[in-house]
């Protein structure tokens, strides 16, 4: 069971007839939306009826690994098999050191600027380098000049908060210095100058109309609004090139992330896992090694834009297919995904934290409540979360 694209569907029907044709076991694929699969993962479970393999963010794993609903894929795969991906990743499908799942595919963000829009607005050249990558009052000097330029009803920027996105928030408090989680990742830590930061930073692109008001963590997505040029840049992951080259009428370029204290990228990307109670464990762990092999990895990254979490695959050299100029820095971006970040959001109880971030950022953004209060509230709402 999984979500996709249009890119993602014609890459997981390559994969499972690949997987038929070498392993002479029937896959039947079952796409639902995005906004369903948990819920219909969940209804599954408790039936009885839940898919054999399902495709799960790294964010939401972990709801499901500390309630065993998992395969433990410890018996299935080689002693070895962790020091063939990116440590980081293969952490983030591992708990108490038992892998459960596969880390399919990574991606980021960063930020797609229309062309036009920029050459309007005279913002020159922008910083193809992480060296040069705009700092935080660089990013709102060039989002003055885009609003300055703007046509009517357009914006100079959208976040990429909605859809579960709001964890991308924490881009910018690691920018500035700040965490969500302290060192145990027990305890909450957003309750700080360096969340204050932040969270009155990006307030102020709500209430200065720099961003839509619509587009926060529970509103309109920002990527179909850039493609139909209502924002002249919008902060968007790799996986969304497909669609953005399809459907804009304007050049697409882009830069890094701003930085502060220092540069971060959130953890995107999803994984692959079986649940415990298939009645076909070993079909499934098998399609799990074989969609993470090598060869298949290497092909779905380079179908469908995103980067491999094999350290075998050099990303630098996949066969993307759109934009290979833009994916090189989307690779850079991807460096600035550290461990700490990782650590933060692959929590068990991340799902719940994270719904949370979106009622409290909702309350920043279009309820004008004070950031104090809200990270106050953020800050209450995770110690009840993680005490549950």
């Given at each position: ?27 039947r ?48 795969v ?6 063939g ?8 499908v ?11 595919h990574t ?12 050459s ?43 859809l ?14 700040g ?16 969340g ?10 709500y ?22 040029g ?11 090139l ?16 701003p ?39 290497a ?16 990303a ?58 809200v ?14």
């Amino acid at each position: 069971m999984f979500w996709a694209g249009d890119a993602e569907l014609k890459a997981f029907q390559s994969l499972a007839a690949d997987f038929e044709q070498a392993e002479g076991v029937k896959v039947r694929l079952q796409q639902v939306p995005f906004a369903q699969l948990l819920t219909n993962v969940d209804a599954g479970l408790q039936s009885g009826q839940a898919p054999d393999v399902f495709r799960v963010t790294y964010t939401d794993l972990g709801v499901y690994s500390s309630r065993d609903a998992l395969l433990d894929l410890s018996g299935s795969v080689p002693g070895d098999y962790a020091s063939g991906f990116s440590p980081a990743l293969y952490a983030a499908v591992s708990r108490d050191g038992r892998p459960y799942g596969v880390p399919h595919h990574t991606d980021t963000s960063m930020v797609l600027v229309n062309t036009e829009a920029a050459s309007a607005a005279g913002l020159g050249a922008l910083p193809q380098t992480y060296d040069e990558a705009w700092t935080w009052d660089e990013f709102a000097a060039a989002l003055d000049k885009l609003k300055a330029a703007a046509k009517p009803r357009t914006y100079a920027t959208g976040l990429n908060l909605q859809l579960a996105g709001a964890y991308r928030w924490l881009n910018f408090v690691g920018q500035a210095g700040g965490r969500l989680l302290d060192e145990s990742l027990r305890a909450p830590a957003i309750d700080s100058p360096a969340g204050l930061e932040p969270l009155r930073f990006t307030q102020g692109l709500y209430s200065g109309g720099y961003v839509p008001r619509s587009t926060s963590a529970k509103g309109e997505y920002v990527g179909d609004l850039f493609t139909a040029g209502t924002l002249a840049t919008v902060l968007a992951g790799d996986f969304l090139l497909a669609d953005i080259d399809k459907g804009a009428s304007f050049d697409v370029s882009a830069t890094f992330l701003p930085v502060k204290e220092q540069a971060t990228a959130e953890l995107g990307g999803n994984a692959l896992v079986a649940t415990a109670a298939s009645g076909r464990k070993e079909q499934a762990a098998k399609f799990l090694q074989f969609a993470a092999s090598e060869e298949q990895m290497a092909k779905f990254c380079g179908a469908t834009n995103v980067l491999p979490t094999r350290t075998s695959i050099d990303a630098a050299d996949l066969d993307y297919a759109v934009r290979p100029d833009l994916m090189a820095l989307y690779l850079e971006q991807s460096r600035a995904i550290t461990p700490e970040i990782v650590q933060q959001v692959t929590v068990p109880e991340f799902n719940e934290v994270n719904a949370a971030l979106v009622e409290r950022l909702e309350q920043a953004f279009n309820g004008g409540r004070d950031a104090k209060e809200v990270l106050a509230g953020l800050s209450a709402d995770i110690e009840q979360v993680l005490a549950s």
